[in-house]
DNA sequence: GCCAACGTTGGC
DNA sequence: GCCAACGTTGGC
């Protein structure tokens, strides 16, 4: 089984890497997606084992801070059907679940921030939707390349 | 705080 | 099904 490779964006002043990593297991739910395109591939394509990149996103300092594991497959996001949650949506329940979160562990923050900016000026990276204009995906795939190439960077 | 880019909604 | 209006994202 292949394992794939993903980025996902989270705010620092929302969820940052910090909190994840104050967590007793590290491990969080990743509520709140409400794209189609970012759940899609939350619910269809994330495995066990896959692993991502911590963005952290409209901040001083917009990069990726960490590397995180999925621990568990698509279910059902419960934040969707709570009238409280601000990720209420009404045509969600669960007999008929219209969004779903995947769980992430820490596996380790990275000794730096990679920079956007400097992914942006990097030519092995062109082909990121990361740096590609007007890209809003909080969820989105990275090539094993691209993955390989980041790390070195670091 | 500004605003470009994109997604969603809803009238027709 | 089109598309204008509106809301959101997120870099700067």
Same mark, same amino acid.
């Given at each position: 089984?292949?394992?794939r490779y993903w980025l996902m964006k989270s705010e620092p002043d929302v969820f940052g890497i910090e909190t994840l990593a104050a967590l007793p297991a590290?491990?969080?739910?990743?509520?709140g997606v409400r794209n189609y395109q970012a %759940? +899609?591939?939350m619910r269809d394509e994330m495995k066990l084992g896959d692993r991502v990149f911590f963005y952290h996103s409209n901040c001083a300092e917009?990069?990726?801070?960490?590397?995180?594991?999925?621990?568990?497959?698509?279910?059902?996001?419960?934040t969707a059907e709570n009238p409280e949650s601000e990720y209420f949506?009404?045509?969600h329940s669960a007999e008929n679940p219209r969004w779903f979160v995947v769980e992430v562990?820490?596996?380790?923050?990275?000794? %730096? +921030?990679?920079?956007?900016a400097e992914m942006k000026d990097d030519?092995?990276?062109?082909?990121m939707p990361l740096v590609r204009r007007g890209n809003r995906l909080s969820v989105m795939p990275v090539s094993a390349a691209e993955w390989q190439h980041?790390?070195?960077?670091?």
């Open positions: 089984m292949t394992r590290q491990t969080t739910a990743w509520d %759940r +899609n591939m917009p990069g990726i801070v960490g590397i995180a594991e999925i621990v568990r497959e698509a279910e059902p996001d419960i949506d009404p045509k562990k820490l596996e380790r923050r990275l000794k %730096r +921030n990679i920079t956007l030519p092995a990276l062109v082909e980041i790390l070195t960077l670091e």
